[in-house]
């Protein structure tokens, strides 16, 4: 208990000793699973701003619409923390209960956060203004782990990983639509910027999937790096991109012509342990976290290189990126 107090002490010190900085940048929050904190990175400088308490195992976090907030997840109970950006402080915890297990997250642009509940197979709604849950939607399926929304608010699809299934949600009323067989085991989900391609990662057969979201026909299969855990379109649409936790690296895929493009490899080691990955705003930069080195690479895409390796705290998983506060 004393050495629980020590940390939360020394943390707030430190997120007080760092609020004088103003970042040079946009900023990169941290999901630190091993610790229970945020970091929050200034990527014009590459240092740590600060860092912050959570709730128990955050993983994925999602900024809101004004790039203002951000809300981490908290895997190993049953909350969401708020955080004021600019300030690193925390504003609030949301208790989604009776939902347990949230991981991927999304924030809405009329407001709402919708956030996968695994252990209660649910995607749960939540009004972060009011601070409450509003309702919580069923999928029946084990594992629902990751969500893709699309940019309207009205349509979520979970992947759900033992289940070998994706579910389709209708936001608007509240309701689950079907369930997509995709085989395997399905974690890693995006959608292509046009949203007419549901792509999702395979973590046993090392392949991405791509689905028609109006038949939900498939499409295409491509071969990925080992263990694609994640899957991101760049915000161009040109690229499809997976993290390949058993390979250290990453394979580019064309976005319209569903081609293998090329694989890269970032550490090249599978104890890297490297999970999330997200893009820069303009899509010239890939940020890979490598959870089993307490660091996330920051890698151009055009070449592969990886420019730097920025500070995260313990198992730095969840990315996010919000604009430079003004």
């Given at each position: 208990m004393l050495r629980h107090a020590a940390l939360a002490f020394s943390l707030a010190a430190s997120s007080i000793a760092c609020a004088a900085q103003s970042p040079k940048g946009p900023v990169l929050l941290i999901g630190n699973k091993g610790?229970?904190?945020?970091?929050?990175?200034?990527?014009?400088?590459?240092?740590?701003?600060?860092?912050?308490?959570?709730?128990?195992?955050?993983?994925?976090?999602?900024?809101?619409?004004?790039?203002?907030?951000?809300?981490?997840?908290?895997?190993?109970d049953q909350t969401i923390d708020l955080f004021d950006i600019a300030t690193r402080t925390k504003l609030k915890t949301i208790d989604l209960a009776p939902n347990e297990g949230p991981h991927g997250i999304a924030w809405l642009r009329d407001g709402r956060i919708v956030v996968t509940t695994e252990r209660s197979q649910s995607l749960a709604v939540v009004d972060p203004a009011a601070g409450k849950l509003l309702s919580s939607i069923k999928t029946d399926q084990a594992g629902t782990h990751m969500?893709?929304?699309?940019?309207?608010?009205?349509?979520?699809?979970?992947?759900?990983?033992?289940?070998?299934?994706?579910?389709?949600?209708?936001?608007?009323?509240?309701?689950?639509?079907?369930?997509?067989?995709?085989?395997?085991?399905?974690?890693?989900i995006a959608l292509s910027r046009d949203e007419l391609v549901l792509w999702v990662g395979d973590l046993e057969g090392s392949r991405v999937q791509a689905f028609d979201t109006d038949t939900f026909d498939k499409l295409a299969e491509v071969k990925t790096g080992g263990v694609p855990i994640r899957v991101a379109a760049s915000p161009d649409g040109r690229w499809i991109v997976t993290s390949n936790l058993g390979a250290g690296g990453i394979t580019v895929i064309d976005a319209v012509s569903r081609a293998h493009v090329r694989d890269v490899p970032l550490s090249g080691d599978e104890k890297a342990g490297q999970v999330t990955i997200i893009f820069s705003a303009d899509g010239q930069r890939l940020y890979a976290a490598e959870t089993g080195s307490n660091v996330i690479a920051e890698v151009d895409l055009k070449s592969g290189t990886v420019l730097r390796r920025l500070p995260a705290g313990k198992n730095g998983d969840g990315l996010a990126i919000a604009p430079k506060p003004q």
């Open positions: 610790e229970d904190t945020v970091s929050f990175v200034d990527l014009g400088t590459g240092t740590e701003l600060g860092r912050s308490p959570t709730g128990k195992m955050p993983h994925e976090i999602a900024i809101s619409p004004d790039g203002k907030q951000a809300a981490v997840v908290a895997y190993g969500v893709a929304v699309t940019a309207d608010g009205t349509t979520a699809y979970t992947s759900n990983i033992p289940a070998g299934t994706v579910s389709v949600l209708d936001l608007n009323r509240g309701k689950k639509l079907r369930d997509i067989t995709v085989g395997g085991r399905p974690e890693g």
